[in-house]
């Protein structure tokens, strides 16, 4: 069965750096999405993306964060400049199109010192 | 008001006992509707989708009441692998965007 990957599984880094997530959404899905939880809290919308662009963004979503989908297969979200409350779980989803059922990655854990 | 609510529970419902959890939704334009599964430090799964008519998988039955903006989903015959968070999921107007609740939690016990 297909499905999205993520990685890394966890991610450890010091305040400040820059990080990427990486995600490769299922083949033939259109629209993609990233999701963050922290620890004990709800999900969180970041963003979406469809035919190339953000079709939405939430407040979260300020200008340290950036999505990009490099070479058609990749999607990718880059923190500039993390901060400590940016340590959460993020997962990557994709949605075919035919259909609005949401398919996960694992999640990537990042951990901000 | 939420755009989606859950009661945040923690549910704690002996084995063998049927339980059920609502979750209401403020836009009435919302298409889709959703129960999402997900298990601690895991990412959410599909548990079903909702329909207008109902629905029924196995132990697991969804309702949507349109007209008092509710979806229900009643869990029968509880097992303890059933413990998870349960999260209420509707499209907004696009289609393609999705309202999360906060989940509601459910402990089976022995």
């Known amino acids: 069965e297909p499905e999205v990957t993520q990685t890394p599984s966890h991610q450890v880094t010091q305040m400040g750096q820059e990080v990427i997530l990486r995600c490769v959404p299922i083949?033939?899905?259109?629209?993609f999405y990233w999701y963050r939880q922290i620890l004990g809290q709800k999900v969180e919308f970041l963003v979406s993306?469809?035919?190339?662009?953000?079709?939405?963004k939430s407040e979260i979503f300020d200008d340290q964060f950036s999505v990009e989908r490099p070479d058609g297969s990749n999607f990718t979200l880059k923190i500039r400049s993390t901060k400590l409350e940016d340590s959460a779980m993020y997962f990557c989803a994709s949605i075919r199109g035919d259909n609005n059922i949401q398919y996960f990655g694992a999640g990537t854990r990042l951990s901000v010192l | 008001r939420k755009e989606v609510e859950q009661d945040p529970g923690p549910f704690n419902v002996p084995e063998g006992a049927t339980v059920a959890f609502n979750c209401t939704y403020s836009?009435?334009?919302?298409?889709?509707f959703f129960w999402y599964r997900q298990d601690c430090r895991k990412e959410p799964k599909l548990l079903m989708s909702v329909y207008s008519s109902g629905n029924e998988d196995g132990r697991f039955t969804a309702q949507l009441n349109r007209a008092s903006q509710y979806i229900s989903l009643l869990i029968r015959d509880s097992k303890l692998s059933d413990s998870a968070t349960y999260l209420c999921v509707v499209t907004r107007d696009s289609n393609y965007q999705l309202i999360w609740g906060a989940g509601t939690k459910l402990i089976i016990k022995p």
């Open positions: 836009n009435s334009a919302s298409q889709s």
């Open positions: 993306f469809y035919n190339n662009e953000i079709s939405e």
């Open positions: 083949s033939n899905h259109l629209y």
